[in-house]
């Protein structure tokens, strides 16, 4: 189900609401209201009650984030920031800060964590979890819901909102139909009647292009769906998505929470406000991708082997290039260094619209050997980024900036990239 979907809210039927009968319910769905700019109006408590917007502020910006006040206007994620702007000229406008998002999801992690070891994160904002171990210690799963509410809203000053049911699927529908800042159960034998009278595009797997497929057979809502023929279905979307949504139209989901998911890869793009050929702009905007995802492994206490580079050119057609490293990694110079060398490699002459850096091949920082290379100081780039994580986390990542990688020789200057 995509970030956008939008689902009526329950708290009008006491079949869904906070008290209903959370029996056989032991899954949660906690997903963080409007996250991101939740997390700029902490910091600016004057922005509170105003619409704030993140995302890229340039031409070619995409909102990654609107605040309820700014969705009265129409404003949504994903929506491009020039659209948004003229749906609400009045708003806030502020750029991503993925140091201080990082910082307060690893803060309401740990909250979920204190309830139980059963936390399958999906992003920074939302994870499911698996209560059905704590009911000894904090009581029924609903109970459990209104308590890491509490404590988030306390401890982070920060809101979310809570779906209770039977499986993931579920508990998520849940917990969008009670936004924002809610609780809603699901009681496991309520599930058709609270599943059925939704919108097919309710169901997970179910785009734009699929819900209009669907639509025009005149399959509008799950109940529609979850009566039609199964040869029908499979006409509008193939055998294998015929069949996934067959099941979760009846309300079949026997996937379990997953702790253990690991992400495949860390990095960061951007999409500059016109197209650059001049290799200084390049270069800088290396250096602060590598920068941001150097910052996000150390947070998440990994390390890669794989450093990829991605370039979108002017015409949108779009090619990477990557390079394995001896040993493996968690600092933004080394992946600056080989996404530099791998540029050079590529030494494209058209326009660039968009570049990106990414670190895949990830493993645990702490269970990986760390091999010291022959003639390196036994205390090198590792320990001053580390340094500057620190200071950055006391006193904002703007202080520090990614002009720290570079040495006092190469701070000013931008040589060409040399084929290795």
């Given at each position: 189900?995509?970030?956008?979907?939008?689902l009526?809210?329950?708290?009008?039927?006491?079949?869904f609401?906070?008290?209903?009968?959370d029996t056989?319910?032991p899954?949660l769905?906690?997903?963080?209201?409007a996250?991101?700019?939740s997390?700029?109006?902490?910091?600016?408590?004057?922005?509170?009650?105003?619409?704030?917007?993140?995302?890229?502020?340039?031409?070619?910006?995409?909102?990654?984030?609107?605040s309820?006040?700014?969705?009265?206007?129409?404003v949504?994620s994903?929506?491009?920031?020039?659209?948004?702007?003229?749906?609400?000229?009045?708003a806030?406008y502020?750029?991503p800060?993925?140091?201080?998002?990082?910082?307060?999801?690893?803060a309401v992690?740990?909250?979920?964590?204190d309830?139980?070891?059963?936390?399958?994160?999906?992003?920074?904002?939302?994870?499911?979890l698996?209560?059905?171990?704590?009911?000894r210690?904090?009581?029924?799963?609903?109970?459990?819901a209104?308590?890491?509410?509490?404590?988030?809203?306390?401890?982070?000053?920060?809101?979310?909102?809570v779906?209770?049911?039977?499986?993931?699927?579920?508990?998520?529908?849940g917990s969008?139909?009670?936004?924002?800042?809610?609780?809603?159960?699901?009681?496991?034998?309520?599930?058709?009647?609270?599943?059925?009278?939704?919108?097919?595009?309710?169901?997970?797997?179910?785009?734009?292009?699929?819900a209009?497929?669907l639509?025009?057979?005149?399959?509008?809502?799950?109940r529609?769906?979850?009566?039609?023929?199964?040869?029908?279905?499979?006409?509008?979307?193939?055998?294998?998505?015929?069949?996934?949504?067959?099941?979760?139209?009846?309300?079949?989901?026997?996937?379990?929470?997953s702790?253990?998911q690991?992400?495949?890869?860390?990095?960061?793009?951007?999409?500059?406000d016109?197209?650059?050929?001049?290799p200084?702009?390049?270069?800088?905007a290396?250096?602060?991708?590598a920068?941001?995802?150097g910052?996000?492994?150390?947070?998440?206490?990994?390390?890669?082997r794989?450093v990829?580079?991605?370039?979108?050119?002017?015409?949108?057609?779009?090619?990477?290039?990557?390079?394995?490293?001896a040993?493996?990694t968690?600092?933004?110079?080394?992946?600056?260094?080989?996404?530099?060398a791998?540029w050079?490699?590529l030494?494209?002459?058209?326009?660039?619209?968009?570049v990106?850096?990414?670190m895949?091949?990830?493993?645990?920082?702490?269970e990986?050997?760390?091999?010291?290379?022959l003639?390196?100081?036994e205390?090198?780039?590792r320990?001053?980024?580390?340094?500057?994580d620190?200071?950055?986390?006391?006193?904002?990542r703007?202080?520090?900036?990614?002009?720290?990688?570079?040495?006092?020789?190469?701070?000013?200057?931008?040589?060409?990239?040399t084929r290795?």
């Amino acid at each position: 189900m995509g970030r956008s979907q939008s689902l009526p809210r329950g708290g009008g039927d006491p079949r869904f609401g906070p008290d209903a009968d959370d029996t056989g319910c032991p899954i949660l769905h906690v997903d963080m209201d409007a996250f991101f700019a939740s997390v700029e109006v902490r910091r600016r408590p004057e922005l509170r009650g105003r619409p704030v917007v993140v995302g890229g502020v340039g031409p070619r910006g995409v909102v990654s984030s609107a605040s309820y006040e700014a969705r009265q206007f129409g404003v949504r994620s994903a929506m491009p920031t020039a659209r948004a702007r003229a749906l609400c000229p009045g708003a806030v406008y502020l750029p991503p800060d993925f140091g201080a998002y990082s910082e307060a999801s690893r803060a309401v992690m740990r909250i979920f964590r204190d309830v139980t070891p059963l936390v399958e994160p999906l992003s920074l904002d939302e994870a499911f979890l698996d209560v059905a171990g704590a009911r000894r210690l904090f009581g029924p799963p609903a109970a459990i819901a209104a308590l890491i509410r509490r404590r988030v809203a306390e401890e982070q000053r920060l809101t979310c909102s809570v779906g209770v049911g039977p499986s993931k699927f579920v508990a998520k529908l849940g917990s969008t139909r009670a936004k924002p800042d809610g609780l809603l159960v699901v009681p496991a034998d309520q599930v058709l009647e609270f599943l059925h009278p939704l919108p097919v595009s309710a169901l997970w797997g179910v785009g734009e292009r699929s819900a209009d497929a669907l639509r025009r057979l005149g399959l509008r809502t799950v109940r529609d769906l979850a009566e039609a023929p199964p040869g029908l279905l499979r006409r509008a979307v193939g055998e294998a998505s015929a069949t996934h949504l067959h099941e979760l139209a009846w309300g079949r989901d026997p996937r379990g929470v997953s702790p253990e998911q690991v992400e495949k890869s860390i990095g960061a793009e951007v999409t500059f406000d016109t197209d650059v050929t001049d290799p200084v702009e390049i270069r800088r905007a290396l250096l602060a991708l590598a920068d941001k995802a150097g910052t996000r492994l150390r947070a998440a206490g990994q390390v890669g082997r794989t450093v990829s580079l991605k370039v979108r050119f002017a015409d949108f057609r779009t090619v990477s290039r990557s390079r394995t490293l001896a040993v493996p990694t968690d600092t933004a110079r080394e992946m600056f260094d080989t996404a530099w060398a791998l540029w050079g490699v590529l030494a494209p002459r058209e326009p660039v619209r968009l570049v990106g850096v990414r670190m895949e091949g990830l493993a645990v920082a702490e269970e990986t050997p760390q091999q010291l290379t022959l003639g390196a100081p036994e205390r090198g780039w590792r320990e001053a980024e580390a340094a500057a994580d620190a200071a950055a986390a006391r006193f904002g990542r703007s202080v520090i900036g990614p002009a720290s990688l570079l040495g006092r020789r190469d701070k000013h200057r931008v040589e060409k990239p040399t084929r290795p």
